[in-house]
Antibody, heavy 122, light 108 residues
Framework: QVQLVQSGAEVKEPGASVKVSCKASGDTSTSYYMHWVRQAPGQGLEWMGI????????TYAQKLQGRVTMTRDTSTSTVYMELRSLRSEDTAVYYC???????????????WGQGTMVTVSS | EVVMTQSPATLSVSPGERATLSCRAS??????LAWYQQKPGQAPRLLIY???TRATGIPARFSGGGSGTDFSLTISSLQSEDSAVYYCQQYNNWPPYTFGQGTKLEIK
């Protein structure tokens, strides 16, 4: 059974950086586009960006450009999301999500990680 | 950017009855529309993709419809475990992939 397992909760001070990992188990094919989505406390879902695990190409949400980097390690079937210059408004649960079908960016998010809580506080 | 607008914000329905949730896109997204269910403390779960196709393991009481700009999610014969927040999402015109603000479904 395919699962996405994310790293644990983080507490960071304003201005710091955080790096969250998301490891695929089961079907570890590199053919599936991966997304990062975040959810502030009590709020809705916000798309952050997409990475092609095969070639490593990325596209980010405009509001996060310059502060976010998504990478992948194909040898361990892991994708990473790093967010820099953290602010209090970055406090949220961060999810990785995989599309349903291989090699298809125009697709729904069929599999989600369990989420990683990132708290930004001094 | 395609703006997704869901209505109502909150819906309260009795067990066994039917609930209909709406989602409108600010421009056509063809049928590239998904619905997700999110329960407290859990990650979202895909219910419907392609506007009307149920994801694997989703009960038949969940059905989706619509195309272009107007979509609906219908849950027939509501059960207590259907209490959740439901989000629609378009994946036609990206970036960005955009979500609606959610509809909270309460079971009376």
């Amino acid at each position: 059974q395919v699962q996405l397992v994310q790293s644990g909760a983080e507490v960071k001070e304003p201005g710091a950086s955080v790096k969250v990992s998301c490891k695929a188990s089961g079907d570890t094919s590199t053919s599936y586009y991966m997304h990062w989505v975040r959810q502030a406390p009590g709020q809705g879902l916000e798309w952050m960006g997409i990475i092609n695990p095969s070639g490593g190409s990325t596209t980010y949400a405009q509001k996060l450009q310059g502060r976010v980097t998504m990478t992948r390690d194909t040898s361990t079937s892991t994708v990473y999301m790093e967010l820099r210059s953290l602010r209090s408004e970055d406090t949220a649960v961060y999810y990785c999500a995989r599309v349903r079908s291989p090699n298809n960016a125009r697709d729904a998010f069929g599999l989600w990680g369990q989420g990683t809580m990132v708290t930004v506080s001094s | 950017e395609v703006v997704m607008t869901q209505s109502p914000a909150t819906l309260s329905v009795s067990p066994g009855e039917r609930a209909t949730l709406s989602c409108r896109a600010s421009q056509s997204v063809s049928n590239n529309l998904a619905w997700y269910q999110q329960k407290p403390g859990q990650a979202p779960r895909l219910l419907i993709y392609g506007a009307s196709t149920r994801a694997t393991g989703i009960p038949a009481r969940f059905s989706g419809g619509g195309s272009g700009t107007d979509f609906s999610l219908t849950i027939s014969s509501l059960q207590s475990e259907d209490s959740a927040v439901y989000y629609c999402q378009q994946y036609n015109n990206w970036p960005p992939y955009t979500f609606g603000q959610g509809t909270k479904l309460e079971i009376k």
